[in-house]
């Protein structure tokens, strides 16, 4: 791993205090990188941290000028936490990456139904505010309002969903479904 003399020195000072066997604060510093032939001038942000795991240290190139732990903190991490994010909820709490399929067509169709299972969270979501599933991951909302047991009757003009007598989420799944219920405005 290419770590730069100064994230060197920050992690064999961990090391000399004994604090490889806890987790340490993180260290930002920046320098000014090799100069290559860009039209702009440049920095290298750099964080340092020592993890469970062992030395994690980071780098960012920038043209920003703010503090180097404001533009890692603020920019470079937020930018990513905001893509990152949606994509880890998608394969993990809707198994989006079973892709295992030999054909493309199929492939594409699976990966289809878990994209429109995703914008159906995100509107149960939104229908759960004000309710304990408010702040819920996707698996969560799985669990509490698509894996419940439940009796379904149909009669000529109604569709009756029964809950068991108890039902953790029965009262948000009431108010989930009046919510949803209701018309949209145009």
């Not at 090391?15 to 702009?40: D, V």
């Not at 229908?127 to 698509?146: I, Y």
Request: glycine content about 2%; proline content about 5%.
């Amino acid at each position: 791993m290419h770590t730069s003399k100064t994230v060197q020195a920050k992690i064999s000072t961990w090391q000399a205090q004994g604090l490889y066997l806890f987790f340490s604060p993180p260290y930002y510093s920046e320098m000014n990188p090799i100069e290559l032939e860009w039209q702009h001038p440049r920095r290298l942000i750099m964080k340092a941290e020592w993890l469970p795991k062992g030395a994690n240290p980071r780098f960012v190139l920038t043209n920003l000028t703010a503090d180097a732990q404001q533009v890692y903190d603020s920019v470079y991490v937020q930018r990513g936490a905001d893509s990152e994010h949606p994509i880890k909820k998608l394969k993990l709490g809707l198994q989006a990456e079973r892709l295992s399929c030999s054909r493309f067509d199929a492939n594409q169709f699976r990966l289809l139904l878990a994209q429109a299972a995703y914008l159906l969270m995100i509107t149960l979501r939104q229908a759960a505010q004000g309710t304990a599933l408010a702040t819920a991951q996707v698996s969560q909302l799985r669990s509490a309002l698509v894996k419940v047991a439940a009796r379904v009757r149909v009669s000529c003009r109604r569709v009756f969903v029964e809950l068991a007598a108890f039902c953790p989420f029965s009262a948000s799944m009431q108010l989930i479904a009046q919510r949803l219920s209701t018309p949209l405005p145009l």
